[in-house]
């Protein structure tokens, strides 16, 4: 399961930057395919990281690292919600800037509890 989120959220990183070039260069049509295809990334992203968090932290719940794995899932779904108004905001041509900004942040924040504070790896 953690080998598929990784996967998961590499693959969804990747669209988001190929969708942006996309738009970018104003093909709407195969930047809206490639934006249909994250989303659908952003609900593996959800299922597997859900899964992850109830298996391994909720179900054997100790402090701090249930709270830390707990921010962790919150600070994930806030950066699919950064992406996603990243690109809708682009796509509309719109001020984007304060999304990117919140995007890097949550960026960071999981990758820090996920790579250094929190414990699975492969
Ligand atoms: C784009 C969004 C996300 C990114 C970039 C991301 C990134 C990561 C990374 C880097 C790890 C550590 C992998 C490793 O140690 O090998 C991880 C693990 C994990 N993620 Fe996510 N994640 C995202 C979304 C989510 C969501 C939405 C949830 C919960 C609903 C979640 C829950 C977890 C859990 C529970 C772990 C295991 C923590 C550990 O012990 O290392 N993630 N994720």
């Known amino acids: 399961m953690l080998h598929m989120h990784v996967t998961s959220w590499i693959l969804g990183l990747i669209l988001l930057l190929v969708a942006l070039f996309l738009y ?55 950066l699919i919600a950064a992406m996603e108004m990243v690109l809708v905001k682009t796509n509309k041509g719109k001020p984007v800037t304060g999304w990117w900004v919140q995007l890097v942040i949550a960026l960071i924040l999981v990758l820090i509890l996920g790579y250094i504070r929190l414990p699975l790896s492969f």
């Open 24 to 78: 970018k260069q104003g093909n709407a049509k195969g930047g809206k395919i490639v934006h249909m295809i994250l989303r659908l990334f952003y609900l593996i992203i959800i299922f597997t990281g859900g899964y992850l968090l109830f298996d391994v932290y909720l179900a054997n719940f100790s402090m701090p690292m249930g709270v830390e794995a707990i921010t962790k899932g919150l600070a994930g779904i806030w």
